[in-house]
């Protein structure tokens, strides 16, 4: 189901709990809410309003994924870039690695099965920015 996007900074600044695998329609209303934003590239559960470790996004070849509980373990190569969100006006000035490392977990069969993958460029930003979400960080 498509939700509407929280900009209130109380919410998006709190940490999200550990998702589990009975948050299986969270990830659909993510998928279906970043599927009805024209040019959206990343989601996270808190941005929907729920604070749960939850996030989609698509791939450099517009390609959607979730991910349940995502952290990042190793990153390279950190560049300062302009970025933006779609849960705030202004753009923000960060550093984002341009080479990173994510463990997480992916919902097979009604379980949580942990992965992990390495990404770099477009797709490294997003996840740390994903992350910086989950984590409460407002950017």
Not at 95 to 121: M, N, S, W
Request: hydrophobic share 40%; charged share 30%.
């Amino acid at each position: 189901m498509i939700k509407e996007l929280v900009t209130d900074e109380a919410l998006l600044s709190t940490p999200c709990e550990a998702a589990t695998a009975d948050d299986a329609e969270l990830a659909q209303d993510l998928l279906d809410t970043l599927e009805s934003i024209e040019d959206g590239a990343c989601l996270a559960a808190n941005q929907i309003g729920v604070a749960k470790a939850v996030i989609a996004y698509r791939d450099d070849k517009d390609r959607m994924h979730v991910m349940f509980n995502p952290t990042m373990k190793r990153a390279l190569r950190p560049v300062r870039m302009e970025e933006g969100c779609l849960t705030r006006e202004e753009t923000s000035k960060v550093t984002r690695f341009d080479q990173a490392t994510f463990h997480y977990q992916e919902l097979v069969d009604g379980a949580l099965i942990p992965r992990k993958k390495e990404c770099r460029g477009w797709t490294a930003q997003i996840l740390q920015h994903m992350i910086d979400h989950c984590n409460g960080k407002l950017v």
